[in-house]
């Protein structure tokens, strides 16, 4: 569980276990909802309210972020890592011929980005403290500010100093992912590496948020164990987050594991529904927090959750070192179930009735 949790896991489980439809709509039926208003809203009894959260979620969503949808795409800058996580193609056991690109192959790649109309940038990088130093990132940074208007990492956790120069070299926001909030099976998928500190890991982003950072994006990797514990735990770190970072905003993403070249197999399936049912859950009960819809979804979900309560989308996303310009057929992270072009995703949000966001930032404001 979130470290700073101030209930045990049983305590958690049956505020879960003993929510009634009732309580349910109760916790709807509020102005402002807090942190058991949430436990409420992901239980098994909510179930049963899903056409009235689904209401509740797009009020929310209308009153925070209009009609509008942003988009981004992530740049894979590098595919070495030296992690085992168990759940990755990028783990250091998967023998590969590993990608970092160069400064040159970055540009590249960004220009082809530029060309597909993306605004906002996401560089995604595997944990290789050599090849993906935050001086060479700061580097890329201040390269790449001067085509983008809002770039946000995707790296290895920091201290807060390097944190503190990434945001100075033109990065505005960090997403993170905790993978699992239970410690034990942190530790279990996690053998080899760096990444084995659970405790550097959890507070990335309130380092992050110290340094500067904007946006806190967080989230954990569903599938690894029981949804609605994580999603408890994650909902505590954002409070914590919200409280310690005022002034940075928090982004909530909810990546479903899937298919890996590695075979790896989730212990605990989430399904649509329950996707569908946390996603509305958190709208509710963060309305002013970022939201994103992952590409690992398929287009139907995702476009009907950015109706509902996501906010954020990627478009035309490649996930593999080079592969909008520089190569082809490298090894990806993850699968993407949707591989619309960006005009596609667009048209997309268009039909739906609402309106595409390109520049999510402007740096004269
Ligand atoms: S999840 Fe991240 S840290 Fe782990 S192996 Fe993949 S790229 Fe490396």
Redesign the pocket.
């Known amino acids: 569980m979130f470290p700073e949790l101030r209930f045990s896991e049983s305590e958690i489980r049956r505020m879960i276990d003993s929510a009634t439809p009732e309580a349910v709509l109760n916790s709807l039926a509020k102005e402002k909802r807090n942190y058991f208003d949430l436990l409420n809203l992901i239980s098994p009894a909510a179930m049963e309210c899903l056409p009235q959260m689904r209401e509740v979620s797009r009020k929310c969503r209308l009153r925070y972020y209009g009609k509008t949808v942003t988009i981004y795409a992530p740049l894979y800058i590098s595919?070495s890592?030296?992690?085992?996580?168990k759940?990755?193609?990028?783990?250091?056991r998967h023998k590969y011929e590993r990608k970092s690109l160069t400064l040159d192959e970055i540009r590249q790649e960004a220009d082809a980005i530029l060309a597909m109309g993306i605004d906002s940038l996401l560089i995604v990088?595997?944990?290789d403290p050599v090849r993906m130093s935050v001086d060479y990132l700061c580097e890329v940074g201040r390269m790449l500010k001067e085509k983008f208007s809002y770039l946000s990492l995707e790296i290895?956790p920091q201290e807060e100093e390097g944190y503190r120069r990434l945001f100075e070299a033109g990065y505005e926001g960090l997403t993170l992912?905790q993978?699992t909030y239970n410690q034990e099976l942190y530790k279990e998928l996690?053998p080899v590496?760096p990444?084995r500190v659970y405790d550097f890991r959890v507070w990335s982003q309130l380092r992050a948020g110290r340094a500067g950072m904007r946006n806190l994006g967080m989230a954990f990797l569903l599938g690894l164990d029981e949804w609605r514990m994580e999603a408890a735990s994650l909902a505590a770190h954002a409070i914590y987050l919200q409280k310690h970072c005022f002034e940075s905003k928090v982004q909530f993403a909810f990546p479903r594991i899937t298919a890996t070249e590695g075979g790896f197999q989730p212990a605990h399936p989430v399904d649509d529904a329950d996707l569908e049912l946390m996603m509305l859950a958190f709208r509710i009960v963060f309305p002013e927090c970022g939201m994103t819809i992952s590409t690992r979804e398929n287009p139907e979900f995702r476009d009907r959750m950015v109706q509902l309560c996501a906010d954020n989308m990627s478009a035309g996303s490649r996930v593999t070192p080079g592969g909008y310009a520089v190569l082809a057929d490298e090894v990806g992270?993850f699968t993407l179930n949707d591989s619309r072009s960006v005009e596609e995703v667009e048209a997309a949000i268009r039909r739906n009735g609402q309106e595409v966001v390109r520049k999510y930032w402007d740096r004269a404001l």
């Open positions: 595919n890592c030296v992690n085992g996580c759940y990755c193609d990028f783990n250091i990088a595997g944990e290895a992912f993978e996690h590496g990444k992270q």
